[in-house]
């Protein structure tokens, strides 16, 4: 069973950064690809970026402020810059496996806790 613990949300003010961690553990080879989406209270959940075949895929709505990486699969990290208060939401680190449109949750993704990230302005 894959598992994802995330980790580095936090309360901070427009303009400023987080740097969000995701631990992954179990059987990494059965996965396709891996990511982050988030989820504002009262919205649904939504893609923000994903590593796919070594490649990186950011949202056009946080395309020049987040940056997708990932160390020995077994650490995704979602770098967030000049945050805006539309930003804050929880951000759900996500692993896809066969069968998974990786830009859409699905029940072929598992799913970490989620972790809060709250901008203020």
């Known amino acids: 069973q894959v598992r994802l613990v995330e980790s580095g949300g936090d309360s901070v003010q427009a303009g400023g950064s987080l740097r969000l961690s995701c631990e992954v553990s179990g059987p990494t080879y059965v996965l396709i690809c891996m990511g982050w989406f988030r989820q504002a209270p009262g919205k649904e959940r939504e893609w923000v970026a994903s590593?796919?075949?070594?490649?990186k895929y950011i949202a056009d709505s946080v395309k020049d402020r987040f940056t997708i990486s990932a160390e020995n699969v077994k650490n995704i990290y979602l770098q967030m810059d000049s945050l805006k208060p539309e930003d804050t939401a929880t951000y759900y680190c996500?692993?896809?496996?066969?069968?998974?449109?990786?830009?859409?949750?699905?029940?072929?993704?598992?799913w970490g806790q989620g972790t809060q990230v709250t901008v203020s302005s």
């Open positions: 590593l796919n075949s070594g490649r």
């Open positions: 996500s692993a896809g496996r066969p069968g998974a449109t990786c830009r859409v949750q699905s029940s072929n993704h598992y």
